[in-house]
């Protein structure tokens, strides 16, 4: 029954990296594989385990308990990604991200390189990789007309917006599960993934100012009358960020889970969206009014927007990980894995092969979604929080991907927006991925074992 169990996962898995030839939304395979896996186990009367930590075995446990556990640690992760979607669409509600626009004061193709790539790696740590992506290429097709000039910009920015998101703890998906998993705390991986992130934009950003494609001055008019939809672009812009920066603050001072914070911040955000709005509150209808006559509320707009085909997927995959690790298969492919290689987490600096493990998870994150990789780590070490590791595989699988454009959801969006052919960004940009992702591994092995032998 293992064996069929398996067959079922990796058919599932095939079709979400194949969502592209297949013509068919990930969300599909991935809530058929979630539901056909957990019904094998039902009607199969499999016996489920439950991951004991501290003795680092696996404890028997009812199937309706460890399946509302594992739905509990999944409803945290997909109600914090609500709440973030949400107050990203409130900013744009009221326009925020034409802020950016300001910060566009220059023609020289170099320096716009760096100025995009530079507001990719800080936006994507905030508001995540796939939202920092849109809001700059938008921005980018209302400034570069250059067709070939702007693919350039638009594949460097996919390598800035996945290393921005591979520091902070709200930057990405992945990130997200191993904070919210507590595998990981905000303040140790910003101080080990923070170096890393940066050498893996800035190394390929410095490299691409070089070539020829960004030589000389763009004939563009910086647009400085261009004047925002509403006037509190600004401020919704800067209170949106803030409160998305809030919340690792708010779970470092009470220890609750990050949704928590994430749901506050939502809150004190929608109370100014809907003054700054002029609406009244309402609990029976969407639709609000004020002096000027009948429209939605920015809440309710923002709520409309949210992509919901993408929690799906997250709970799709997430709750299919989840299948394999409650049969304890994830817990014994690690055991294989420990007496194969060295085990990812030891006391000293992880050795050449373990390393070579985590860069092997990089590479493959390229190929195959990241969030499953990463769900899959979760679910078979137990190794402590803060564990050098868990730091190594947020960087790997976060940035890993940017060597090929179907690697990463920012790559993606960023594909469809800009219509970017696989092959030309694989010969055109996956090499200054590599190398920035290469250059970023360097760092953090030298980082880690510097401050592992200070401790």
Known sequence: MEAIIIIIFVLGYLAIALEHNLKIDKLIPALAMMSILWAIIAVSHLDVFEIDTVSKSLKPEHLEGI???????????????????????????????????????????????????????????????????????????????????????????????????????????????????????ANSLIEHVLLPSIFCYAVPTFIASRLSIFKGSLDIEIEDNEKPKSKFSATMFYLGLGGILFVPIFKTFTHLPPYVGMMLSLAIIGVFAEYFSKSKFSLSSSNTTDNDGS???????????????????????????????????????????????????????????????????????????????????????????????????????????????IGSAAGVVAMGMEKIDFVWYLKKIGWLALIGFLSGFAVFVLLRDFLLNAA
Do not use: C
């Open 67 to 185: 399946l509302l556990h594992h739905l509990g640690k999944t409803a945290e992760i997909l109600v914090f990604l609500l709440g973030a979607m949400t107050i990203v669409e409130i900013i744009d509600y009221f326009d925020g991200f034409s802020t950016i626009k300001s910060y566009v004061k220059t023609k020289k193709k170099a320096r716009l390189l760096w100025l995009f790539t530079t507001l990719a790696f800080i936006l994507s740590a905030i508001i995540d990789n796939l939202t920092a992506t849109i809001v700059l290429i938008t921005i980018l097709q209302k400034i570069v007309k250059e067709k070939e000039v702007r693919l350039w910009y638009a594949g460097l920015i996919v390598i800035a917006a996945n290393a921005g998101g591979a520091w902070s703890p709200i930057g990405d998906v992945t990130t997200t599960m191993l904070w919210i998993a507590n595998k990981v705390t």
């Open 295 to 405: 429209h939605h509320s920015p809440i309710h707009k923002s709520l409309s927007k949210i992509e919901m085909p993408s929690i799906l997927f997250f709970l799709g995959i997430l709750m299919s990980v989840a299948a394999l690790e409650s049969l304890g298969m994830l817990f014994n492919f690690a055991g294989v894995l420990e007496e194969s290689v060295p085990f990812l987490g030891t006391e000293h600096a992880s050795t050449h092969i373990s390393d070579l493990v985590v860069l092997l998870l990089g590479a493959g994150s390229a190929v195959i979604d990241n969030v499953p990789l990463v769900a899959a780590s979760i679910g078979m070490f137990s190794i402590p929080i803060d564990e050098p590791a868990w730091h190594f595989i947020a960087y790997s699988a976060g940035t890993g991907g940017s060597m090929l454009i």
